[in-house]
């Protein structure tokens, strides 16, 4: 697992508040549910057979005996949460939406991470397609308020579990046929999870699938309105799609709508190079997984991580460095201590601020002055002790100013207010 240092963590902050902002604009609530969960959540609501669960999940057993796992995602622990907290009485849909990290023992490499960060909707208790068009234009808005351009939708229906049941049947014959050519990893899928050979990354299987049958030729009637629904609705939101008919998705309680978003391949670049930067879908059958009747919901997650990525990779000057607008030097024991008050003071009134207080040589305190770009440093010495007063020093000009403490704050205003005309003119 890695760390977010001050560098990077400003972009991550950047994006976060922007997408909660975009987020919370069309009306989703916030929910927080613990990192750890009972392992059962994720083994019955991902399933068993997934990268997820079979290979990724972090799990512990509890000095009481019990067993948790460190949550991979966060739609099955809302779904636990809707249950628990019977939000089925709420005005339905429930619109949630949650922030924070999320766990998977994976290779670790670029855009992919054991420790992620994730911002996820859920639009909970409808099965009208309208709510899987919503989903989308919320996260296509969330990712483009957070500075990204160029952004390619995917789109599938999988179907619900009597067209799959039919189309799982004809892939595995299908499959079997080209036993011999697919990569052993797919080989073993073909029993345990059929539908994930069609997204192997391997490119023998993906020969082996050229002419394998495809999911949408196998929709009931009422599926195929769906997806038609959601397609039509897209269109009147002019959001383009394309429809994927190997998108699967690698989470068992997906039915219907399935989708993901992509940055747009720049020139050179193919799609693999590169990774999903969002993806949701419908799940119903994710309340049966969890012990209710079947209830209509569908979101999608946004991987903050690779949108960090992404948004330095096309606007590397997106995010740039505030300095400090002032830096509070010090001389003399008696200045240390008035030092800190007056640092809190000056951030009270609002202005940004460093100091380097366990120093007392003033022209190292410049020289942080100077290299952290603060425009104006306060130097406070013996005599300005004693005399209730501070030196202003302009960094830009190297001019020195005593000025009287009780004014410092209106002289202070008064300076910047200057400064920021000065910046506008030029
Ligand atoms: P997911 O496809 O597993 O779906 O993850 C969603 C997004 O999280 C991915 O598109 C990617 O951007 C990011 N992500 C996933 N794994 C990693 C990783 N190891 N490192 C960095 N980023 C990663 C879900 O988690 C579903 N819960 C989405 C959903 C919400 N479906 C319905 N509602």
């Known amino acids: 697992m890695h760390d ?17 902002e975009t987020i919370e604009g069309h009306g989703f609530g916030r929910i927080d549910t613990p990192l750890l969960e009972d392992e059962q959540v994720f083994t019955k609501g991902v399933g068993a057979a997934t990268d997820i669960i079979e290979k990724e999940l972090y799990t512990l057993r509890t000095k009481g005996g019990d067993k948790l796992a460190l949550r991979p ?3 099955a622990p809302i779904v ?26 994976e290779r670790p490499q670029k855009g992919r ?13 409808e099965k009208d397609a309208v709510s899987d ?6 996260t296509m808005n969330a990712l483009k308020e957070a500075g990204l351009k160029n952004l390619s939708l995917q789109i599938n229906s999988i179907g619900s579990r009597e067209s799959r049941l039919g189309y799982v049947k004809a892939l595995k014959n299908f499959l079997r046929k080209r ?8 080989k073993k899928r073909l029993t345990s999870n059929p539908l994930r050979v069609l997204d192997s990354k391997d490119e023998r ?4 699938l050229s002419d394998a049958p495809e999911i949408l030729d196998y929709l009931n009637e009422s599926d195929r309105i769906h997806l038609r629904s959601v397609l039509e609705y897209l269109e009147e939101l002019d959001i383009p799609y394309l429809v994927n008919p190997r998108l699967v998705r690698g989470l068992d309680y997906y039915s219907r709508t399935v989708f993901e978003v992509w940055p747009e391949p720049q020139e050179g670049e193919t799609l693999s190079a590169q ?7 419908r799940y119903d059958d994710l309340f049966r997984l969890l012990g209710s009747k079947a209830i209509g919901a569908v979101g999608s997650a946004i991987g903050i991580d690779r949108v960090v990525t992404a948004l330095k990779e096309q606007e590397p000057d997106f995010i740039t460095y505030e300095a400090p607008q002032i830096f509070l030097a010090q001389l003399g024991e008696q200045a240390k201590k008035k030092a800190l008050p007056l640092y809190d003071e000056l951030r009270s009134a609002g202005y940004s601020i460093r100091g380097s207080f366990g120093r007392s040589s003033i022209k190292s305190q410049l020289r942080i002055a100077d290299k952290v770009g603060a425009p104006y440093v306060i130097i406070l010495g013996q005599k300005e002790v004693a005399d209730n007063t501070v030196i202003i020093r302009s960094m830009k000009r190297g001019t020195q100013n005593t000025v009287k403490r009780d004014v410092l704050i209106r002289e202070l205003g008064r300076r910047m207010k200057r400064r920021q005309k000065a910046k506008k003119k030029k």
């Open 113 to 125: 991470y054991r420790q992620m960060w994730q911002m996820g909707i859920e639009i909970l208790g």
């Open 4 to 20: 977010i240092l001050p560098e990077d963590a400003r972009w991550y902050l950047h994006v976060r508040s922007r997408m909660q």
């Open 275 to 281: 990774a999903a930067l969002a993806a949701g879908g």
């Open 73 to 75: 995602e966060g739609t």
């Open 205 to 208: 299987t993906q020969r082996a």
């Open 179 to 186: 036993h011999g050519e697919l990569a052993p990893a797919d």
């Open 80 to 105: 636990r949460a809707y249950l628990q907290h019977g939000m089925k009485t709420l005005t339905q849909p429930v619109r949630l939406y949650y922030d924070g990290q999320m766990f998977r023992h």
């Open 133 to 138: 068009a919503e989903a989308i234009l919320v």
